[in-house]
């Protein structure tokens, strides 16, 4: 297993990496051609997958930080003026991708749990 530090630095730079991703004027961003909701909510299960990682003892509080996160930032790109604009249907995608990356999180850690030779205890 990766050290918890190394895993929390991961997740921190995830966590720059996506604000940066979402905050940026429109034109310095790379074109990606997927559909956008489907965008944000890749983004933030991957952030929920490494923080479940990160913070393995803290779950709940680590999706409800990264969903405050989220609105957030869309509240600052509705407030920003370098062609960006919030949107809460990108806020909901969001939030779809933690809850996704919580569930995941959650359903292999029972796995392991029961594969274990000692049962998880």
């Known amino acids: 297993m990766i050290a918890r530090p190394l895993r929390i630095a991961i997740f921190m730079a995830g966590c720059v990496a ?17 559909w956008d909701k489907l965008e944000h909510a890749a983004a933030y299960l991957g952030l929920a997958v490494l923080g479940g ?17 989220g609105v957030g930032v869309e509240v600052f790109q509705a407030l920003m003026a370098v062609g960006r604009q919030g ?35």
């Open 53 to 69: 990682l990160a913070f393995p003892n803290h779950l709940w509080r680590m999706a409800g930080s990264l969903f405050t996160f």
């Open 87 to 121: 949107d809460p249907a990108d806020a909901l995608a969001n939030t779809v991708g933690i809850a996704t990356g919580l569930l995941l999180t959650l359903a292999v850690r029972e796995l392991v749990k029961v594969k274990s030779p000692a049962g998880g205890e």
């Open 18 to 34: 996506i604000l940066w991703l979402s905050l940026a004027p429109a034109e310095d961003l790379p074109q990606v051609t997927l």
